[in-house]
């Protein structure tokens, strides 16, 4: 049985979701999975839409009125995948725990006395946000550690900072682990990510995941209806990258992302049959304005989450402003932002009200 803790002290950076969907695709792979939710916001709880009595507290606490076995508080969320829930309770452990002795072992005595926790080959360990007694139980009871860090905020003093205490914990309690850094939230549009990945495995040489997360609006839609990208979209790319690196856990193997082709081929068929069908159905579209006097123009829409930045950013040519942009068939929303004030297209006659009483441009690609 693999004990795996996913941590960073950083908050918002994967760890959830990662943990989640990750656990999700080793179940898809054959694999038996337990998830720990260990975080008292009990993200990953909520977000596969589970409903419990009791949680890990009433499991870990020596005080606890409600007091109940691992076993009692498991719950299934599909087959193979059953998650250990959490609850707010679950803050108030901390406290409890501090004049104890032993107290960064709680969870790994419990982990060790339950013998039927053998019939599951991962246990994954989902936690907050924060370097607390929490966390050094997980990682005191964890054989292996996955560290999500955004390409867009990579901080390698946070990072170090994190592989610090790591370290401060295997000398203390004697125990060994291993760690790799998986890149998330990874946005190929922009050229800074490639340069933050570059600095990435320099300083974390082999111990860098091959597979790569990229930015899926899916998965957090995912997360919002209360399940797991597998049973939201499992076409998607957030799907794709998730089921990669199980793939990549299952077999140890690192492989670099130039090696796209033996990425496809370790994919299952179906994964594979899929992928192909969908990706050349990207179409190129280009948005174009006329307005010499601007300084700058962005276009937003549904398809940038209506986001001002970087990647919005028209370009000009001869005063005219261009933006080229690959998107998938649909029907799209826009406006254009000419030097901060938002406008609907006036070349384009397909317009519809929004909620705020203003006009959006629409555009549909077959
Ligand atoms: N690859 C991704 N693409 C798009 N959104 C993501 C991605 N990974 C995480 N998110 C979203 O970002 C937010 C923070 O992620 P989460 O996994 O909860 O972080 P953490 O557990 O580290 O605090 C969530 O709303 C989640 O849905
Ligand atoms: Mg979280």
Not at 82 to 108: H, N
Not at 294 to 310: I, L, T
């Amino acid at each position: 049985m693999r004990i795996i803790s996913v941590t960073n002290q950083k908050g918002g950076c994967g760890k959830t979701t990662t943990a989640v969907n990750l656990s999700a695709c080793l179940a898809a792979n054959g694999k038996k999975v337990l998830l720990i939710d260990l975080d008292p916001q009990a993200h990953a709880t909520l977000g596969l839409n589970i409903r419990a009595e009791a949680c890990i507290y009433n499991v870990l606490s020596k005080i606890s009125v409600k007091k109940t076995p691992l076993e009692g508080i498991i719950k299934k969320v599909t087959p193979g995948f059953d998650i250990a829930p959490s609850g707010i309770v679950l803050s108030t452990l901390e406290q409890e725990l501090a004049g104890e002795i032993g107290r960064e072992s709680r969870l790994w005595e419990v982990l060790q006395e339950n013998k039927q926790l053998n019939r599951y080959d991962y246990l994954i360990i989902d936690l907050p946000p924060n370097l607390g007694i929490l966390t050094v139980n997980a990682i005191r009871a964890s054989s292996e550690i996955i560290i999500p860090v955004e390409a867009s905020r990579f901080s390698l003093e946070g990072v170090n900072q994190l592989l610090k205490i790591i370290e401060l914990i295997k000398d203390r309690l004697n125990h060994n682990v291993s760690y790799k850094i998986l890149v998330t939230n990874f946005d190929s549009r922009l050229r800074h990510s490639f340069s933050m990945l570059d600095k990435i495995k320099e300083s974390f040489k082999g111990n860098v995941f091959g597979t790569i997360i990229h930015v899926n609006v899916k998965l957090k839609e995912a997360q919002s209806y209360g399940t797991h990208i597998l049973s939201y979209d499992k076409y998607s790319r957030g799907a794709k990258d998730y089921f990669t690196l199980s793939r990549e856990m299952i077999s140890g193997s690192v492989k670099t992302d130039t090696a796209a082709d033996n990425k496809m081929a370790s994919l299952d068929k179906r994964m594979k049959e899929s992928i192909t069908e969908n990706m050349p159905r990207l179409k190129e579209v280009v948005f174009s304005m006329s307005f010499p006097e601007a300084k700058e123009v962005h276009v937003a829409g549904d398809f940038n989450r209506w986001q001002v930045s970087d990647n919005s950013r028209m370009s000009k040519n001869n005063g005219r402003w261009f933006k080229k942009m690959t998107l998938e068939p649909g029907a799209y929303h826009y406006r254009f932002v000419v030097d901060g004030t938002w406008m609907d297209d006036p070349e384009n006659p397909r317009k519809e009200t929004n909620p705020f009483g203003q006009t959006n441009s629409l555009l549909n690609i077959k």
